[in-house]
């Protein structure tokens, strides 16, 4: 097991930017994509003051007073966009001791009647009151804005650390108007007691690239290695953790790895961990199981050199083989939030809960 680790790489984005130095970020880029599958990334090109910005909003946003939140749960929306309570979803069959927002890039909904039903999972936010948090809505937008400009120029870089062509990812997009990528914010509470420290359980991302700001200085963030083992990932100031997807696994071959991750909650008397999650999407229509990408014998090798994990305890994102990427995220999210289901998506919501609305979601 050749690739296993222990840690999780720093890397200079600033390498990128001088011709002879460019190459170096590209190694280390390689043998994280298809070694680890997480990465922190400093030097970043989001400017540090929208960070801060957002950064200072986050603890009011969750101070707003409950009813305000309410007017925007996410059962409201066919977008699963919106406000979740705490507790509102478990994974491995133990609740997930968090409370989140879920927040989007600008976007109008492309379905109309008769189209295919994933369509509908991107459209507009669903916005707290401006007047209870001016500026909220501009500063996360803003934000989201500048680590979606991040995250496609990330995306070339990869196609460099596979030696394949420049553009040859760029056929998983469509145009700009035609695109959505999702943010959350996060919210974890101190430890309450409970016998459990979940704060949300093993899963996998479902995309191509998840850019995580870890907004406070807690410890929580756990990655899986190829034996098995749980290696933290403590917050590291001015970068971002990059995490790889199950789609971006899929259309590799297994060559960049989706590496199962965990959080667990700050200890009784601590204060909150919050984190803001920004998911990186590709075509809702992409049908990965059609695209076939080549790669030089020499990276292959390096995926043989890796080895295979161990079992993981995450379970998620099975259908690449068979469904378009919406129909992939929509039973995703059909599945972590079966209100949501039941108010929009009545056939599905037959499908996976037939015997009715359970009591809590079965996030992946």
Same mark, same amino acid.
Request: proline fraction near 9%; hydrophobic fraction near 35%; charge should be negative.
């Given at each position: 097991?050749?690739?296993?680790?222990?840690?999780?790489?720093?890397?200079?984005?600033?390498?990128?930017?001088?011709?002879?130095?460019?190459?170096?970020?590209?190694?280390?880029?390689?043998?994280?994509?298809?070694?680890?599958?997480?990465?922190?990334?400093?030097?970043?090109?989001?400017?540090?003051?929208?960070?801060?910005?957002?950064?200072?909003?986050?603890?009011?946003?969750?101070?707003?007073?409950?009813?305000?939140?309410?007017?925007?749960?996410?059962?409201?929306?066919?977008?699963?966009?919106?406000?979740?309570?705490?507790?509102?979803?478990?994974?491995?069959?133990?609740?997930?001791?968090?409370?989140?927002?879920?927040?989007?890039?600008?976007?109008?909904?492309?379905?109309?009647?008769?189209?295919?039903?994933?369509?509908?999972?991107?459209?507009?936010?669903?916005?707290?009151?401006?007047?209870?948090?001016?500026?909220?809505?501009?500063?996360?937008?803003?934000?989201?804005?500048?680590?979606?400009?991040?995250?496609?120029?990330?995306?070339?870089?990869?196609?460099?650390?596979?030696?394949?062509?420049?553009?040859?990812?760029?056929?998983?997009?469509?145009?700009?108007?035609?695109?959505?990528?999702?943010?959350?914010?996060?919210?974890?509470?101190?430890?309450?007691?409970?016998?459990?420290?979940?704060?949300?359980?093993?899963?996998?991302?479902?995309?191509?690239?998840?850019?995580?700001?870890?907004?406070?200085?807690?410890?929580?963030?756990?990655?899986?290695?190829?034996?098995?083992?749980?290696?933290?990932?403590?917050?590291?100031?001015?970068?971002?953790?990059?995490?790889?997807?199950?789609?971006?696994?899929?259309?590799?071959?297994?060559?960049?790895?989706?590496?199962?991750? %965990? #959080?667990? !909650?700050? &200890?009784?008397?601590?204060?909150?961990? *919050?984190?803001?999650? =920004?998911? /990186?999407?590709?075509?809702?229509?992409?049908?990965?199981?059609?695209?076939?990408?080549?790669?030089?014998?020499?990276?292959?090798?390096?995926?043989?050199?890796?080895?295979?994990?161990?079992?993981?305890?995450?379970?998620?994102?099975?259908?690449?083989?068979?469904?378009?990427?919406?129909?992939?995220?929509?039973?995703? %999210? #059909?599945? !972590?939030? &079966?209100?949501?289901?039941?108010?929009? *998506?009545?056939?599905? =919501?037959? /499908?996976?809960?037939?015997?009715?609305?359970?009591?809590?979601?079965?996030?992946?």
């Amino acid at each position: 097991m050749a690739g296993n680790f222990s840690s999780i790489p720093i890397l200079d984005f600033a390498l990128v930017s001088g011709e002879s130095t460019k190459p170096e970020f590209i190694a280390q880029l390689q043998y994280a994509l298809i070694n680890v599958g997480f990465l922190y990334l400093k030097n970043h090109t989001v400017p540090q003051k929208v960070v801060d910005d957002l950064i200072g909003y986050i603890p009011r946003l969750f101070d707003l007073p409950q009813e305000a939140k309410n007017k925007i749960l996410m059962a409201n929306s066919p977008h699963f966009l919106g406000y979740s309570k705490l507790g509102a979803e478990f994974t491995k069959g133990k609740t997930d001791h968090r409370e989140q927002f879920d927040f989007a890039t600008p976007h109008e909904t492309q379905w109309r009647p008769g189209a295919p039903e994933y369509l509908r999972l991107w459209g507009p936010s669903q916005w707290p009151d401006e007047d209870l948090i001016p500026g909220f809505r501009n500063t996360m937008e803003t934000y989201l804005f500048h680590v979606q400009t991040l995250s496609y120029r990330f995306i070339s870089l990869l196609a460099e650390a596979f030696k394949i062509p420049s553009g040859a990812l760029d056929k998983f997009y469509d145009t700009d108007k035609l695109m959505q990528h999702r943010g959350k914010v996060v919210k974890y509470p101190a430890n309450d007691g409970s016998p459990t420290d979940q704060g949300v359980g093993p899963h996998y991302d479902a995309g191509f690239l998840t850019f995580l700001l870890q907004a406070s200085p807690h410890p929580g963030l756990q990655v899986q290695n190829l034996s098995g083992q749980w290696i933290d990932a403590p917050p590291v100031p001015g970068t971002f953790v990059v995490n790889i997807g199950k789609a971006l696994e899929f259309v590799t071959r297994g060559l960049a790895r989706a590496t199962s991750h %965990r #959080v667990l !909650s700050p &200890p009784l008397g601590s204060t909150p961990r *919050y984190s803001v999650p =920004f998911f /990186q999407n590709i075509s809702l229509n992409a049908r990965l199981a059609d695209e076939v990408l080549d790669f030089p014998p020499e990276i292959l090798n390096l995926k043989e050199l890796r080895g295979d994990p161990a079992q993981t305890e995450s379970v998620n994102f099975s259908e690449f083989d068979r469904e378009p990427s919406g129909k992939v995220n929509l039973i995703g %999210r #059909v599945k !972590s939030h &079966p209100d949501v289901a039941e108010r929009h *998506y009545p056939g599905l =919501f037959k /499908q996976y809960f037939p015997s009715g609305l359970p009591q809590q979601a079965i996030a992946y």
